[in-house]
């Protein structure tokens, strides 16, 4: 079964920059719509970005900081995150989104700390 995995997460002080990368194991079809998503510790899972072939969303709470990209050729997307506060600290999870089901990644763990 093909599934999504994630990378560049990590420890880094308030004001930097981490870059996170999603990609699946194989060959996918027919998806439409991809995204990242956050869980902090004792909340709930809440959308970060999302990405379709003619919009892109972000919370409010990131924008202007986050980027949320996708490389075709290597089927892999990817979230540019900048200017990171300690309030970013979570497991941030990627998400595919298709005709007929869904994806989700293992978790990447970013640590925003002094």
């Known amino acids: 079964q093909v599934q999504l995995v994630e990378s560049g997460g990590g420890l880094v002080q308030p004001g930097g920059s981490l870059r996170l990368s999603c990609a699946p194991s194989?060959?996918?079809?027919?998806?439409?719509?991809w995204g990242w998503y956050r869980q902090a510790p004792g909340k709930q899972r809440e959308s970060v970005a999302t990405?379709?072939?003619?919009?892109?969303n972000y919370a409010d709470s990131v924008k202007d900081r986050f980027t949320i990209s996708r490389d075709e050729t290597k089927d892999t997307v990817y979230l540019q995150m900048n200017s990171l506060k300690p309030e970013d600290t979570a497991v941030y999870y990627c998400?595919?989104?298709?005709?007929?089901?869904?994806?989700w990644g293992q978790g990447t763990r970013v640590t925003v700390s002094s």
């Open positions: 990405l379709t072939s003619d919009t892109t």
């Open positions: 194989g060959k996918m079809f027919n998806i439409i719509k």
């Open positions: 998400r595919f989104m298709g005709w007929i089901g869904e994806y």
